[in-house]
């Protein structure tokens, strides 16, 4: 790429011609008059400088849009070539969320890495929200994702279901009222949850409880605000938080009830309750999301089909 390129695209990620000047390694007047000189060549400005941070103009923002599909066809030309050179090798940048990297992927990851040694693993762990923007950036080679309107914009490859439960604190007085709709830990386990003659807990009988819910942006806390909006009701929050697993945790020493996947039930000994939902939101089927490219690795191929027979 060339190098007025990269000095436009790191006063765009830093925002300072400072920072960019030092990651860059060049002197800031030295980055200003390149920056000048672009400007001079179209004619017009490519960052409003009377913003802090710096923003990008019209014509800016068509630069950064160029500037990054150059920079995935460039991705893609060293993955080929790499590819020519070193058979069954390469790498792999996956991104997940901590809730797939901590119960998901381990299991499929050390498979994957002893049918193929070769290939290294980069693994990178934020939110969906995080994820799908670093995917279209290509900053990484795939993620995954359960959000249906992400399906309409990448590559896509079914994966695996989980199935949504709400959790509630075992010593909670609500569970003498439906007791006979609760499932324990180890019925959640032995897989009791996904029979069709599992009964469903009506949503409305929770309505009094204090919830610990995700953070806008992860998935799972735009299912919870779905569900409490069919069923009518109005939630009592009493925390919000970035990781499913701390909440899970938090539930069972009985600081609110929480919304949780089946797949964190990996103990018999947990002090929760636990309840299907009447919700199809209840059930989720995540997918293998890839970005546009011109040029499939075989880091990627391979991670593919191991995915589609395991």
């Given at each position: ?273 636990f309840y299907k939902l009447e919700s199809p939101l209840a059930t989720r089927t995540f ?24």
């Amino acid at each position: 790429m060339q190098p007025e390129f990269k000095y436009i695209y790191q006063l765009y990620l830093d925002g300072s011609f400072s920072k960019a000047a030092q990651h860059l390694y060049i002197s800031q007047p030295a980055l200003s008059i390149a920056l000048q000189k672009m400007e001079a060549s179209i004619g017009m400005p490519l960052f409003d400088r009377s913003r802090r941070p710096l923003r990008l103009t019209p014509a800016g923002q068509a630069y950064i849009q160029t500037i990054e599909r150059i920079q995935g066809l460039e991705y893609d030309l060293e993955k080929q070539i790499y590819d020519f050179q070193n058979l069954n090798s390469g790498s792999l940048r996956l991104g997940g969320s901590h809730y797939l990297n901590a119960y998901i992927l381990p299991k499929l990851l050390t498979g994957f890495s002893r049918m193929y040694p070769g290939i290294e693993l980069e693994i990178m762990e934020e939110s969906s929200d995080v994820l799908t923007e670093m995917l279209r950036n290509r900053n990484i080679d795939l993620t995954f994702s359960c959000d249906s309107d992400l399906m309409k914009e990448f590559e896509r490859y079914s994966c695996f279901q989980d199935h949504i439960l709400l959790a509630v604190p075992y010593g909670c007085p609500l569970n003498a009222a439906v007791r006979d709709k609760a499932l324990t830990a180890r019925d959640i386990m032995e897989e009791k949850h996904l029979s069709s003659s599992c009964p469903l807990a009506p949503f409305q009988s929770f309505c009094d409880l204090e919830y610990i819910l995700l953070t806008p942006g992860n998935n799972l806390y735009d299912r919870a605000v779905q569900i409490f909006k069919e069923a009518g009701v109005e939630p009592k929050v009493k925390l919000h938080l970035s990781q499913l697993a701390t909440a899970y945790h938090l539930a069972a020493e009985d600081f609110g009830c929480t919304f949780v996947s089946d797949r964190l039930i990996r103990t018999a000994e947990v002090p929760l309750l636990f309840y299907k939902l009447e919700s199809p939101l209840a059930t989720r089927t995540f997918y293998a999301i890839l970005p546009d490219r011109n040029y499939t690795s075989f880091a990627v191929k391979s991670f593919i089909q191991y995915l589609l027979v395991n």
